[in-house]
């Protein structure tokens, strides 16, 4: 018997959270870890290669680590083929735990990518990610195509023909993509 744990999670971007909750100040990377953690939660880097034309922080920034990093994405591999395996490599340059998520749009992506835990209970598991007692695992990469039906299922429910147009177009290069290119 396996025992599996489904933990929602909130995120939101360093430049999200700026513009949202706090106007124009400034704040750093290590600033959001540190209050996550004076507020009792765990801070996580969530696929942090993801996207290759952006640097996600600069070695200021990091003055005080996450407790985790996301070392397996199943959906980071898309924008960049690297994404994974620069962030497992990142974990373990730093000693920080490593997680893994499907980053699940739709139900046929859940277990793509997951966390093996050293933990038996759902009250152990913040203790067993500060204690390093995890392991990223990516059992495949999502396929474009799920990309481009999230993308449609979102401008449906928008409902602008323009949206709805884009995100055809989006779903078809992802079918294109997914029959023509590893």
Not at 56 to 61: G, I, L, V
Not at 94 to 106: F, I, K, M, V, Y
Not at 109 to 118: H, K, M, P, Q, S
């Amino acid at each position: 018997d396996i025992d599996v744990f489904i933990i929602p999670d909130k995120s939101i971007s360093a430049k999200k959270a700026r513009s949202k909750y706090f106007s124009d100040e400034h704040f750093s990377a290590s600033d959001v870890f540190k209050t996550i953690a004076s507020a009792g939660g765990i801070s996580v880097m969530a696929h942090p290669f993801a996207h290759p034309l952006e640097v996600p922080f600069s070695a200021d920034e990091l003055r005080i680590l996450p407790d985790a990093s996301e070392a397996c994405n199943a959906r980071a591999w898309m924008l960049n083929k690297e994404a994974n395996k620069m962030a497992k490599d990142f974990a373990w340059k730093r000693n920080l735990a490593e997680l893994g998520g499907s980053d699940a749009h739709l139900v046929e992506e859940i277990g793509n990518a997951y966390t093996v835990v050293g933990c038996d209970r759902l009250s152990e598991l913040k203790e067993a990610i500060l204690d390093h007692r995890t392991h990223a695992t990516l059992e495949k990469n999502t396929k474009r195509i799920f990309k481009g039906r999230s993308q449609r299922i979102k401008a449906k429910k928008d409902g602008r023909s323009s949206k709805k147009l884009a995100a055809f177009g989006v779903y078809m290069k992802c079918a294109i993509l997914d029959l023509f290119k590893k």
